[in-house]
């Protein structure tokens, strides 16, 4: 893989909205793609992602957060409606080949990351 890149981020009142993107060579056919997010000192988090066509929602997000797939253009998006101080965090784009189910949310099982994009969520 050539890497993923991310955009998107920024600072919103609590109640905003943002929409990130991970582009990406189309060429690379990934198996599994998922958003992370790391606030400061804190441990990564899956938050949303698509596996086998299907749509992966972290109980945090889920409801307001909706994770979507353009595979010919290469592009990862995650709209984020409603958002709270608690979604503040570097969000990572990352991808991976086959992998059992059940560490779908498991960060080390991914071997591709980008270089995140800041969401900051304040009065």
């Known amino acids: 893989a050539q890497g993923l890149v991310e955009s998107g981020g920024g600072s919103v009142q609590p109640g905003g909205q943002l929409k990130l993107s991970c582009t990406y060579d189309?060429?690379?056919?990934?198996?599994?793609m998922a958003w992370f997010r790391q606030a400061h000192d804190q441990k990564r988090e899956g938050v949303a992602g698509?596996?086998?066509?299907?749509?992966m929602y972290a109980e945090s997000v889920k409801g307001r957060f909706t994770v979507s797939q353009d595979i010919a253009k290469g592009t990862l998006y995650l709209e984020m409606d409603s958002l709270e101080p608690e979604d503040t965090a570097m969000y990572y784009c990352?991808?991976?080949?086959?992998?059992?189910?059940?560490?779908?949310?498991?960060?080390?099982?991914?071997?591709?990351w980008g270089q995140g994009t800041q969401v900051t969520v304040s009065s």
């Open positions: 189309p060429r690379d056919a990934y198996h599994r």
């Open positions: 698509i596996l086998f066509r299907t749509a």
């Open positions: 990352a991808a991976g080949g086959p992998a059992a189910a059940a560490l779908f949310w498991n960060d080390e099982t991914y071997n591709y």
